[in-house]
T-cell receptor, first 118, second 113 residues
Framework: GDSVTQMEGPVTLSEEAFLTINCTYT??????LFWYVQYPGEGLQLLLK?????DKGSNKGFEATYRKETTSFHLEKGSVQVSDSAVYFC?????????????????FGRGTQLTVWP | DAGVTQSPTHLIKTRGQQVTLRCSPK?????VSWYQQALGQGPQFIFQ???????QRGNFPDRFSGHQYPNYSSELNVNALLLGDSALYLC????????????FGSGTRLTVV
């Protein structure tokens, strides 16, 4: 079945350091891939997405490339800030047909806690 | 434009009790999905409602049930609460196809004692 595996946390970095959070997936076909971010006490916010192989999603300095050959979608940022401290979730979106409609659901990884120190 | 609203924000219940959580979707959205996020884990899909019917369900027991009203708002009910049901329950709304328009609420923190 569909699943997402994320690197274990927590990740602790100094401000302006380079960030990589690894994400690999197991799925048939070509699901869309997402990174969500969760700040303390808040719900999930979409950070970036990629809908097909070799697509690069980017937002707020974060990037991730959909690699079909390695079934990966690693999150990177060249220079992290204290305000980037949060939990990051990798997720895949699976569509299926149901009674004439197309329904989707997200499969999430376990999340990676990032703490950035000044 | 209000986003997804969930109530209550926090709740403490005793084992064996029943609980109802509520969700008002973002204006214009017609589909509501519920996720359970245990501490230190990623969200797990519970079920999805569209046109007032449960359309998809994750691997959760029948103790978890829901409802969607004509105004698209939704409820999640959990019967016979177990300690393991303690979690953050997230509601997400979207137009049917999602998830580009998926909007999550801030969640309801349920503690079962």
């Amino acid at each position: 079945g569909d699943s997402v595996t994320q690197m274990e946390g927590p990740v602790t970095l100094s401000e302006e350091a380079f960030l990589t959070i690894n994400c690999t997936y197991t799925a048939t076909g070509y699901p869309s891939l997402f990174w969500y971010v969760q700040y303390p006490g808040e719900g999930l916010q979409l950070l970036l997405k990629a809908t097909k192989a070799d697509d690069k999603g980017s937002n707020k300095g974060f990037e991730a490339t959909y690699r079909k050959e390695t079934t990966s979608f690693h999150l990177e940022k060249g220079s992290v800030q204290v305000s980037d401290s949060a939990v990051y979730f990798c997720a895949l979106w699976r569509l299926r047909a149901d009674r004439g409609s197309t329904l989707g659901r997200l499969y999430f990884g376990r999340g990676t806690q990032l703490t950035v120190w000044p | 434009d209000a986003g997804v609203t969930q109530s209550p924000t926090h709740l403490i219940k005793t084992r064996g009790q029943q609980v109802t959580l509520r969700c008002s979707p973002k204006s214009g959205h017609d589909t509501v999905s519920w996720y359970q996020q245990a501490l230190g884990q990623g969200p797990q899909f519970i079920f999805q409602y569209y046109e007032e019917e449960e359309r998809q369900r994750g691997n959760f027991p029948d103790r978890f049930s829901g409802h969607q009203y004509p105004n698209y708002s939704s409820e999640l009910n959990v019967n016979a609460l177990l300690l393991g049901d303690s979690a953050l329950y997230l509601c997400a709304s979207s137009l049917l196809r999602g998830p580009d328009g998926y909007t999550f609420g801030s969640g309801t923190r349920l503690t079962v004692v």
